[in-house]
């Protein structure tokens, strides 16, 4: 039997997709297949799509760190066929073949069952992207800080960014968007944040050792100078949560906002975190943390993932898109 998947392939070192017809394998020992439904675009798919080494080291390959679909076949005793389950991150993706293809193989370990609450274009809404801006959320809650101050949340326009603001905002904090994009005021007016800040504004002054606090805590999904800029910003005891690195992997800082002030740096690694806390959070979508993120979603095919990547790469998106596969 053959599926149909986007297709990367490499030739002389340049690289490109193609919505082929692969062959089907039955899944081996400790691996289930899955009929997958949905999958999301990730930063790190369209890195994969692109050739990126550091995600994916072969080619071809399918990419798709997400998956929400039905089990094809158990293979073990922990699933039965037809089961609703959800994959996100660990290999898929970067070295195991991922949901942009209609079938996966993937290890039984990998694999949660969806939450009845969740329907599959929610989860996908929701990804890699809204489990890491989950796991953002759940760090700055960890801190016992009480502050007045706003949570600042950076690439705020974008999948991980844009979850991040609306969560904050069910949760009742006021949340300063940082932006590239002028255009995008209305659109983060619109999922909670109070507080718009340009980029090129916030990053016209050199970053200082230390400055007035302004932000209760952070969920920065850019990294660079821009996470430089906003530690000595941090009110006492606040958490940073650094979840990305789009605009740079260095990091320039003085020790004061963690002596004098005793904030947090706190990384976030959402792709191999343990399936207990990845339930925990799928969980919270379903229930206390559900939001509605269908305004912030663009649905598409295999055939209009191209664009999508290509805008993600060049920083354009907003908010999240889902892969749907069909029949
Ligand atoms: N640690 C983890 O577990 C984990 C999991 C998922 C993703 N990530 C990382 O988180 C980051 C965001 O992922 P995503 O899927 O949300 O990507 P995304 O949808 O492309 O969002 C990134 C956003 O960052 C801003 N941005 C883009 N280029 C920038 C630049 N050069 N300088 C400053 N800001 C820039 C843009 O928002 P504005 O225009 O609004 O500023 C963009 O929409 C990526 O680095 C990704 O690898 C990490």
Redo the contacts with the bound molecule.
Sequence with gaps: MQYSAYYVEESDGTFSASISKLELEKPTDGFVQIKVSHSS???????SASGNKGVTRNYPFVPG?DAAGTIADANSSHFADGDEVLVT?YDMGMNTPGGFGEYINVPANWVVKKPSALTNIEAMSIG??G???A?SVAKIQESSQESDLPVLV??????????GVMLMSKLGKEIS?????AS?VDF?QSIGASNIIM?DEYMESPVKAMERPLFSSAID????S?LSKMLPQISPHGVVA???????IEVNTTVFPFILRGITLA???????PLEFKTSLWNKFADEWKIDLSPLVKIVTKENLQHEID??????????VVLEHGE
């Design positions: 675009l990730n930063y790190k798919d369209a890195l760190i991150g890699t992207a489990l890491t801006a796991a950076s690439g705020a326009t974008g999948g991980v960014g844009s979850i968007a940082l932006t590239g994009k995008s983060l980029r999904t850019v990294g660079g821009i650094c979840c990305g690195n789009v605009a740079g990384g976030i690694d959402s792709a191999e975190s805008l993600i790469l060049q920083g354009g998106q907003q908010g999240r």
